[in-house]
């Protein structure tokens, strides 16, 4: 019964089996489907032990296979088989069988559904061959025509035919002689040296690997009495006037006239009513025009025209373009469609002539049966109401002289309900933001209606970003991370319905969060390029990390030779070299997606060396041109080249550097010595270093000449009083430019008319002798040799020897500036009197006593040198209050003068220093006891001390009041101190005073007990009195002691600077120790040159022992911290540090110096 069906759906059905072909799963019944068979022809070849003849077909139930033999059955000898599969129609002729079993054979594989077939297989096995004969031998006369025929055997594929003698020479072909495309030769008219008598015919078949040939013909020519009579052309090949030619279409059309006549006839050709096709070719001298890949356009009429000196003869060509059968777009296609549907079968095809279409169903004829609705209309068969016995495979066959073409067509008629074909539970993964396919694959007939359901969602999804396909997948645009979760997919038809659910994750995305940068890497160090990305983390088994150079991928290697190490994202290259230079691609990937980045590595290495060198002269052989050809930079500009040269006669095989150019400059022009013979090589310098030089020139040499320049740094000195020395820099050997090299040294007394003296030497020194001491010359030297004399020379001048200053400076005059610095004028020698170059004034100085003991002589010697003329001189480092002598004598490279008549003078008298200690004792609730040692340094006449009592704020350190107190007597040691606060801070600053004034002071802290600590203080004093009482004399003890040794011993110090002695109401201005330092720092004037070990910061014997406990400090600001001692001298009894000579911390504003003695 038939089913009635919408149309629409009918049409539906229709259109998606022809748009995108039958595909049915192998779980559904269905006809056999040709998958493979051996194209025709099969050409058997002798090498060959046996041919295969393939045929495979599918189906469901699996095919059973039969062949026919040129239209007949055909049981094959040998069927292959194979256990995991069902018998198959493949056969296999062994080399025995393979002559009978040439035909053509035909597949047909069958299950009870139907029967598919193949096109015919041809099996050519026969070998080419030309028949055993002897051709009798040709006679002509000579003049006339000669054609000798080849009649080649048929063979598989192309081949190609050649004339050749017995002994494989080729026959001489030209215009009068020429094979044809038939294989015959063909010659206009015989001549007398065309006899022969072995002309043999070849066949070459390319595709079996075979060449035969035909047994040798004679050919003969009969020699005329005389010329053979002109003889007007006629056509050898072809024959007639008109010729009709069929060719196919893409192939190429060839046209061919080959006359006879004499002389030799020319061809020309051209088409009938049109121009020649531009591709037309004339081969064979003119006999044979080629069309390649004929079209339609190509057919008509075309005449060829032979012409010699009797007249012309015409051929008539007239082409037709045909075609063998072929598909107008695509072979009919296998259809499923419902039961009660019309079918219909469409073989479209083209050819010329027109094919004729033969239908077979199953193989067999399938006819037109008008009652039964099965309908033949020539290239379409038209099922009405198909039924389920209408599925079978139809077989469209097309057909023409040209040859035919076969389409199976699968034709399933059927009802089936929705069969998913795609497995359940898919699992998919997708990256954010990418798109993902989901399938869903369903058969059914007729098609179903498919939807797509998101867990969770009552809704199908099918719109937005969702779009389900034609083929059921859907399809999922710019995936979100909220696309995550199961999806049902559900096919529904009039047959039943179906569905299957998918797993979709959203992972995120691999992206590279750092990416390699672009580099410059000097060829031979280390390159590195970073790429570090990020992935979803449950990828982690896949991801990597790969990189490529140039799109090629790097083999990463753990061997240790391996210059390519890659870790943590980093890509190593070792020593690089050019090679490595490219672009670099770092890939960071994971199962679902990758991210790229890339980055130029560039290489930088010295340039090449240059090539192509060539010297050209420009105005002689000595002045050239050397050109050259630069070599590759190397991505690192060439700054210069340097061009160097061996000769071969003084120092072969050492290149020394000749000339620098610029980097843009590839040529140099070179000046040359002469007499030597050049080799020249040239090399690159870049930012990178010097590159390999270039390979040397050929040899240039240089005909001899005179020198080219004269002796250099012309040295003139007088070693003894009477004598002069002169000595030069001579010429290197390649400057000599010839044999007999030699100086001329010629010199004068300058400034008095007088001739040269001339003397020549080999060597490159003179004496003159019985000179005047420290007279002017003028010299000249000049070089020669046996090519003549180098250029005039320039003069120089100089003095003969000189001797020791005769006179000393006079009007000696010191002006003492302070107590430490002075200036000496004089008067200078004469300068006929220093007898040479004057070096300068030594300024030499005596301190014979310190004016605080003048009965000790000190004889402490020092001096200065003042180089160049001058009248005076500034001189440091005095000792104030003390008396000195000093003398001034000139010099010059041969000695000292005399020295001048001494000046005595006596330095002012200075500032003390510090005192050497200061300590506070005795403490009370309103007195203290000070004591301290007097300065070590006096540099006066001491006057007494002047005291500051501070009175401090002790949690803010804020000065509260001052009391200043002037201690007069020089004896005096101690001071007491009364009307102070309890339980208070007092800072102490003494300072030592001569007529000059008043030298730095001495600071130091100390506190007065309060009420409760003068008690305690007193009864462990009435409790233990015998112990502070010893302790008390020990250190009175102590005390006398180190006062008597700083009185013996008393070491100087020198301070600059004078300051005026304070005035009653200005004792509180002090120096302090900053003003006191840059006093001391004061230098010799700028003309001063050196200095003598008498500097300043000088200490006495560093054996003396200050008190401990003591410390130095300013007079302004000193506060915690700043070295100030705010203890008496009992907590330092047992302490570890040292004072310096004047009560400071050695070192602290001064460096160290070795232990001088104490003035006096």
Same mark, same amino acid.
């Given at each position: 019964?038939?089913l009635?069906?919408?149309?629409?759906?009918?049409?539906?059905?229709a259109?998606?089996?022809?748009a995108?072909?039958?595909?049915?799963?192998?779980?559904?019944?269905?006809?056999?489907?040709?998958v493979?068979?051996?194209?025709?022809?099969?050409?058997?070849?002798?090498i060959?032990?046996?041919v295969? !003849?393939?045929?495979?077909?599918?189906?469901?139930?699996?095919?059973?296979y039969?062949?026919?033999?040129?239209?007949?059955?055909?049981?094959?000898?040998?069927?292959?088989?194979?256990?995991?599969?069902h018998?198959?129609?493949?056969f296999?002729?062994?080399?025995?069988?393979?002559v009978?079993?040439?035909?053509?054979?035909?597949?047909?594989?069958s299950?009870?559904?139907?029967?598919?077939?193949?096109?015919?297989?041809e099996?050519?096995?026969?070998?080419?061959?030309?028949?055993?004969?002897?051709?009798? $031998?040709?006679?002509?006369?000579?003049g006339?025509?000669v054609?000798?025929y080849?009649?080649?055997?048929?063979?598989?594929g @192309?081949?190609?035919l050649?004339?050749?003698?017995?002994?494989?020479?080729?026959?001489q072909?030209?215009e009068?002689?020429?094979?044809?495309?038939d294989?015959?030769?063909?010659?206009?008219?015989?001549?007398q040296?065309?006899?022969?008598?072995?002309?043999?015919?070849?066949?070459?078949?390319?595709?079996?690997?075979?060449i035969?040939?035909?047994p040798?013909?004679?050919?003969?020519?009969?020699?005329?009495?005389?010329?053979?009579p002109?003889?007007?052309?006629?056509?050898?090949?072809?024959?007639?006037?008109?010729?009709?030619?069929?060719?196919?279409?893409?192939?190429?059309l060839?046209?061919?006239?080959?006359?006879?006549?004499?002389?030799?006839?020319?061809?020309?050709?051209?088409?009938?009513?049109?121009?020649?096709?531009?591709?037309?070719?004339?081969?064979?001298?003119?006999?044979l025009l080629?069309l390649?890949?004929a *079209?339609?356009?190509d057919?008509?009429?075309?005449?060829?025209?032979?012409?010699n000196?009797?007249?012309?003869?015409?051929?008539? #060509?007239?082409?037709?373009?045909?075609?063998?059968?072929?598909?107008?777009?695509?072979?009919?296609?296998g259809?499923?469609?419902m039961i009660?549907?019309?079918v219909?079968?469409?073989?479209?095809?083209?050819?010329?002539?027109?094919p004729?279409?033969?239908?077979?169903?199953?193989?067999e004829?399938?006819?037109?049966?008008?009652?039964?609705?099965?309908?033949v209309l020539?290239?379409?068969?038209?099922?009405?109401?198909?039924?389920?016995?209408?599925?079978?495979?139809?077989q469209?066959?097309a057909?023409?002289?040209?040859?035919?073409?076969?389409?199976?067509?699968?034709?399933?008629v059927?009802n089936?309900?929705?069969? !998913?074909?795609?497995?359940?539970?898919? =699992?998919?993964?997708?990256?954010?933001?990418d798109?993902?396919?989901?399938?869903?694959?369903?058969?059914?007939?007729?098609?179903s209606?498919?939807?797509?359901?998101k867990?969770?969602?009552?809704?199908?999804?099918h719109?937005?970003?969702?779009?389900t396909l034609?083929?059921?997948?859907l399809?999922?645009?710019g995936?979100e991370k909220n696309?995550?979760?199961?999806?049902?997919?559900?096919?529904?038809?009039?047959e039943?319905?179906?569905?299957?659910?998918?797993?979709?994750?959203? &992972?995120?995305?691999t992206?590279?969060?750092?990416?390699?940068?672009d580099? *410059? !890497?000097?060829?031979g160090?280390t390159?590195?390029?970073?790429?570090q990305?990020?992935?979803d983390?449950?990828?982690?088994?896949?991801?990597?990390?790969?990189?490529?150079?140039?799109?090629e991928?790097? =083999?990463?290697?753990?061997?240790?030779?391996?210059?390519y190490?890659?870790?943590?994202?980093?890509?190593?290259?070792?020593n690089?070299?050019?090679r490595d230079?490219?672009?670099?691609?770092?890939?960071? =990937?994971?199962?679902?997606?990758?991210?790229?980045?890339?980055?130029?590595?560039?290489?930088?290495?010295?340039?090449?060396?240059p090539?192509?060198?060539a010297i050209?002269?420009?105005?002689?052989?000595r002045?050239?041109? /050397?050109?050259?050809?630069?070599?590759?930079?190397?991505?690192?500009?060439?700054?210069?080249?340097?061009v160097?040269?061996?000769?071969?006669?003084?120092?072969?095989?050492r290149w020394?550097?000749?000339?620098?150019v610029?980097?843009?400059?590839?040529?140099?022009e070179?000046?040359?010595?002469?007499?030597?013979?050049?080799? #020249?090589r040239?090399?690159?310098?870049n930012?990178v270093?010097?590159?390999? $030089?270039s390979?040397?020139s050929?040899?240039?040499k240089?005909?001899?000449?005179a020198?080219d320049?004269n $002796?250099a740094n012309?040295?003139?000195?007088?070693h003894?009083p009477?004598?002069m020395?002169?000595?030069?820099?001579?010429?290197?050997?390649?400057?000599?430019?010839?044999?007999?090299?030699?100086?001329?040294?010629?010199?004068? &007394?300058?400034?008095?008319?007088?001739?040269?003296?001339?003397?020549?030497?080999?060597?490159?020194?003179?004496v003159?002798?019985?000179?005047?001491?420290?007279t002017?010359?003028e010299i000249?030297?000049?070089?020669?040799?046996?090519?003549?004399?180098?250029?005039e020379p320039k003069?120089?001048?100089?003095?003969?020897?000189?001797?020791v200053?005769?006179?000393?400076?006079?009007?000696?005059?010191v002006?003492?500036?302070?107590?430490?610095?002075?200036?000496?004028?004089w008067?200078p020698?004469?300068?006929?009197?220093?007898?040479g170059?004057?070096g300068?004034?030594?300024?030499?100085?005596?301190?014979?006593?310190?004016?605080?003991?003048?009965?000790?002589?000190?004889?402490?010697?020092?001096?200065m040198?003042?180089?160049g003329?001058r009248?005076?001189?500034?001189?440091p480092?005095?000792?104030?209050?003390?008396?000195?002598?000093?003398?001034?004598?000139? #010099?010059?490279?041969?000695?000292?003068?005399?020295?001048?008549?001494?000046?005595?003078?006596?330095?002012?008298?200075?500032?003390?220093?510090q005192?050497?200690?200061?300590?506070?004792s005795n403490?009370?609730?309103?007195? /203290?006891?000070?004591?301290?040692?007097?300065?070590?340094?006096?540099?006066?006449?001491?006057t007494?001390?002047?005291?500051?009592?501070?009175h401090m704020?002790m949690?803010?350190l804020?000065?509260?009041?001052?009391?200043?107190?002037?201690?007069?007597?020089?004896?005096?040691?101690?001071?007491?101190?009364h009307? /102070?606060?309890?339980?208070?801070l007092y800072?102490? /600053?003494?300072?030592a005073?001569?007529?000059?004034?008043?030298g730095?002071?001495?600071? %130091?802290?100390s506190?007065?007990?309060?009420n409760?600590?003068a008690a305690?203080? =007193?009864?462990?004093?009435?409790?233990?009195?015998?112990v502070?009482?010893?302790?008390?004399a020990?250190a009175l003890?102590?005390?006398?002691?180190?006062?008597?040794?700083?009185?013996?011993?008393?070491a100087?110090?020198?301070?600059?600077?004078?300051?005026?002695?304070?005035?009653?109401s200005?004792?509180?201005? %002090?120096?302090?120790?900053?003003e006191?330092?840059?006093?001391?720092?004061?230098?010799?004037?700028?003309?001063? *040159?050196?200095?003598?070990d008498?500097?300043?910061?000088?200490?006495?014997?560093?054996?003396?022992?200050?008190?401990?406990g003591?410390?130095s400090?300013?007079l302004?600001g000193?506060g915690?911290?700043?070295?100030?001692?705010r203890?008496?001298?009992?907590?330092?009894?047992d302490g570890?540090?040292?004072?310096?000579?004047d009560?400071?911390?050695?070192?602290?504003?001064c460096?160290?110096? @070795?232990?001088?003695?104490?003035?006096?």
């Amino acid at each position: 019964m038939r089913l009635a069906e919408p149309p629409q759906l009918a049409l539906l059905l229709a259109l998606i089996s022809r748009a995108a072909g039958l595909y049915i799963p192998m779980q559904v019944e269905q006809p056999p489907t040709i998958v493979s068979h051996t194209p025709s022809p099969v050409i058997a070849l002798p090498i060959h032990e046996s041919v295969t !003849i393939e045929c495979k077909a599918k189906g469901n139930p699996p095919p059973e296979y039969r062949w026919t033999k040129d239209g007949e059955e055909f049981q094959p000898p040998y069927v292959t088989t194979k256990s995991s599969e069902h018998k198959n129609g493949t056969f296999v002729l062994l080399k025995k069988h393979l002559v009978p079993f040439q035909g053509k054979y035909r597949c047909y594989a069958s299950n009870k559904l139907g029967t598919a077939m193949t096109e015919e297989i041809e099996l050519m096995a026969r070998l080419p061959k030309f028949p055993k004969e002897t051709p009798p $031998p040709v006679v002509v006369k000579e003049g006339d025509p000669v054609v000798l025929y080849c009649n080649p055997p048929l063979g598989a594929g @192309p081949r190609s035919l050649y004339w050749m003698s017995i002994t494989l020479q080729p026959i001489q072909q030209d215009e009068r002689v020429s094979t044809g495309i038939d294989g015959n030769l063909y010659i206009s008219h015989a001549l007398q040296n065309d006899s022969r008598p072995d002309y043999c015919c070849f066949a070459s078949f390319t595709i079996i690997r075979i060449i035969v040939h035909k047994p040798a013909t004679a050919v003969l020519v009969e020699a005329l009495p005389e010329a053979p009579p002109v003889r007007i052309p006629s056509m050898l090949l072809p024959s007639g006037v008109q010729t009709k030619k069929v060719v196919l279409k893409g192939e190429d059309l060839q046209l061919e006239c080959i006359p006879e006549g004499y002389p030799t006839p020319k061809v020309k050709w051209m088409k009938m009513g049109e121009k020649m096709p531009p591709r037309a070719k004339y081969l064979n001298y003119g006999k044979l025009l080629t069309l390649s890949a004929a *079209q339609e356009g190509d057919g008509g009429k075309y005449m060829c025209t032979a012409t010699n000196s009797a007249g012309e003869d015409v051929h008539y #060509f007239d082409v037709i373009v045909e075609e063998p059968p072929g598909w107008v777009k695509e072979p009919p296609q296998g259809q499923l469609t419902m039961i009660g549907s019309d079918v219909h079968i469409k073989c479209a095809v083209r050819g010329k002539p027109l094919p004729d279409i033969t239908w077979r169903r199953n193989g067999e004829l399938f006819r037109d049966d008008p009652e039964n609705y099965r309908r033949v209309l020539d290239d379409t068969v038209v099922l009405h109401g198909a039924t389920q016995q209408d599925s079978a495979v139809y077989q469209c066959e097309a057909s023409n002289s040209h040859g035919s073409i076969l389409a199976n067509v699968n034709i399933m008629v059927m009802n089936v309900a929705p069969l !998913i074909l795609t497995r359940n539970r898919q =699992q998919y993964a997708v990256v954010q933001g990418d798109d993902i396919l989901m399938d869903c694959s369903v058969f059914s007939s007729p098609p179903s209606v498919l939807s797509w359901v998101k867990s969770g969602d009552s809704e199908a999804v099918h719109a937005g970003r969702f779009l389900t396909l034609g083929d059921g997948s859907l399809r999922v645009a710019g995936a979100e991370k909220n696309d995550s979760g199961t999806y049902q997919c559900v096919a529904n038809n009039t047959e039943g319905g179906a569905s299957i659910t998918a797993a979709l994750d959203v &992972k995120d995305p691999t992206r590279i969060v750092r990416r390699p940068q672009d580099a *410059q !890497i000097m060829s031979g160090t280390t390159a590195q390029l970073m790429c570090q990305a990020e992935y979803d983390k449950s990828l982690q088994a896949s991801f990597e990390v790969l990189w490529r150079r140039d799109g090629e991928d790097i =083999q990463l290697s753990a061997e240790e030779n391996s210059r390519y190490m890659a870790a943590d994202g980093m890509l190593q290259i070792m020593n690089v070299n050019l090679r490595d230079e490219g672009v670099y691609t770092c890939v960071a =990937q994971t199962s679902l997606d990758k991210d790229n980045a890339t980055a130029l590595l560039t290489v930088l290495d010295v340039p090449d060396a240059p090539t192509n060198l060539a010297i050209v002269e420009v105005s002689g052989p000595r002045n050239v041109v /050397l050109v050259w050809v630069p070599g590759s930079d190397h991505n690192s500009s060439v700054t210069e080249f340097i061009v160097e040269f061996e000769e071969s006669q003084w120092e072969p095989g050492r290149w020394r550097e000749l000339k620098k150019v610029p980097g843009n400059q590839a040529t140099a022009e070179l000046l040359l010595h002469g007499h030597l013979n050049y080799k #020249f090589r040239v090399y690159g310098v870049n930012a990178v270093g010097p590159g390999p $030089p270039s390979e040397p020139s050929e040899r240039h040499k240089t005909p001899p000449a005179a020198p080219d320049r004269n $002796p250099a740094n012309i040295k003139i000195q007088g070693h003894l009083p009477h004598q002069m020395d002169i000595s030069w820099e001579p010429l290197s050997p390649i400057e000599h430019n010839g044999p007999g090299l030699e100086y001329r040294v010629s010199y004068r &007394k300058a400034g008095v008319d007088d001739d040269w003296r001339e003397h020549l030497v080999k060597r490159h020194s003179f004496v003159v002798r019985n000179t005047s001491t420290f007279t002017p010359y003028e010299i000249k030297i000049q070089s020669r040799n046996s090519h003549g004399w180098g250029p005039e020379p320039k003069t120089v001048s100089g003095y003969s020897g000189e001797d020791v200053p005769t006179a000393a400076p006079r009007d000696i005059a010191v002006e003492v500036f302070n107590t430490t610095v002075l200036r000496v004028s004089w008067t200078p020698a004469p300068s006929a009197t220093v007898r040479g170059h004057l070096g300068g004034y030594h300024v030499r100085w005596m301190r014979k006593r310190s004016l605080l003991n003048p009965n000790k002589t000190l004889d402490e010697r020092h001096s200065m040198s003042f180089p160049g003329n001058r009248s005076h001189a500034v001189v440091p480092g005095l000792h104030p209050f003390s008396e000195y002598r000093l003398t001034v004598n000139v #010099f010059n490279k041969k000695g000292n003068g005399p020295n001048s008549d001494p000046v005595t003078f006596d330095t002012p008298e200075g500032v003390p220093g510090q005192p050497s200690a200061l300590a506070a004792s005795n403490g009370q609730e309103d007195s /203290l006891r000070l004591v301290w040692g007097p300065p070590r340094t006096l540099n006066g006449v001491l006057t007494g001390y002047f005291l500051q009592c501070q009175h401090m704020n002790m949690s803010t350190l804020e000065l509260v009041g001052t009391q200043e107190i002037n201690i007069t007597g020089p004896d005096r040691t101690e001071w007491e101190l009364h009307g /102070l606060t309890e339980g208070s801070l007092y800072r102490f /600053l003494l300072s030592a005073c001569t007529r000059a004034g008043c030298g730095p002071a001495l600071a %130091m802290e100390s506190n007065t007990p309060s009420n409760a600590r003068a008690a305690n203080q =007193q009864s462990d004093f009435s409790t233990k009195g015998w112990v502070i009482g010893t302790m008390c004399a020990a250190a009175l003890l102590t005390l006398v002691a180190l006062m008597v040794c700083f009185v013996r011993r008393n070491a100087g110090g020198k301070y600059a600077g004078t300051p005026p002695p304070p005035a009653p109401s200005q004792q509180q201005e %002090m120096f302090p120790l900053e003003e006191v330092k840059e006093k001391e720092d004061l230098h010799p004037d700028v003309e001063s *040159q050196e200095m003598n070990d008498d500097t300043f910061c000088e200490y006495s014997d560093s054996e003396e022992k200050p008190l401990k406990g003591s410390s130095s400090a300013c007079l302004d600001g000193c506060g915690p911290g700043d070295g100030v001692s705010r203890d008496s001298l009992v907590d330092y009894a047992d302490g570890d540090g040292e004072f310096s000579e004047d009560g400071s911390f050695i070192g602290e504003y001064c460096e160290t110096r @070795p232990p001088a003695a104490a003035t006096a």
